[in-house]
């Protein structure tokens, strides 16, 4: 049995996607502004375009892939590591906890390297990259939030 989950999951964010896409048209436009209300949410809504389609593609490749492997070898049914996919949202949920009492910058980097560490075999841990990656992603977010676009984010305890 192949299993479509990236493709069904792929095309149903492509449609919903271009449906709010459409619905960023009946944004009101502030004449203030240098950038529109609606261009973040166009540009979040193009890039998950675009990681749909490639979901897409990816995901006939190796049902493709696997119709021609099954011949000859027995099919391997991939497992769901249940235990990730729950530490993973419990971790979300103590980062949208945190956020207002931490701040966007300490709670993004806590959040991000802790990530990392579960999304990784502990063989393979690289924790001083991971905390690197943590502070550039966060500063790089704040600093396009806060600069370019004019958007406050949580500053927390350092307020």
């Known amino acids: 049995m192949i299993r479509n989950g990236d493709v069904y999951s792929g095309i149903f964010f492509i449609a919903y996607a271009i449906v709010l896409f459409i619905a960023t048209f009946s944004i009101r436009q502030l004449d203030v502004a240098t950038i529109g209300s609606d261009f973040v949410p166009r540009l979040v809504l193009g890039g998950m375009f675009v990681l749909s389609a490639i979901l897409v593609v990816q995901g006939l490749r190796k049902r493709k892939a696997v119709e021609e492997?099954?011949?000859?070898?027995?099919?391997?049914?991939?497992?769901?590591?249940?235990?990730?996919?729950?530490?993973?949202?419990s971790l979300m949920i103590v980062y949208v906890a945190l956020i207002d009492l931490l701040g966007f910058l300490i709670s993004t980097v806590v959040y991000l390297v802790l990530q990392f560490i579960l999304l990784t075999d502990r063989s393979h841990w690289k924790i001083p990259m991971y905390v690197v990656i943590a502070i550039v992603t966060s500063g790089l977010i704040y600093y396009i939030f806060r600069m370019v676009l004019h958007v406050m984010l949580p500053t927390g305890i350092l307020g």
């Open 69 to 89: 492997n099954s011949t000859t070898e027995t099919k391997q049914e991939e497992k769901v590591n249940y235990k990730s996919v729950l530490s993973t949202i």
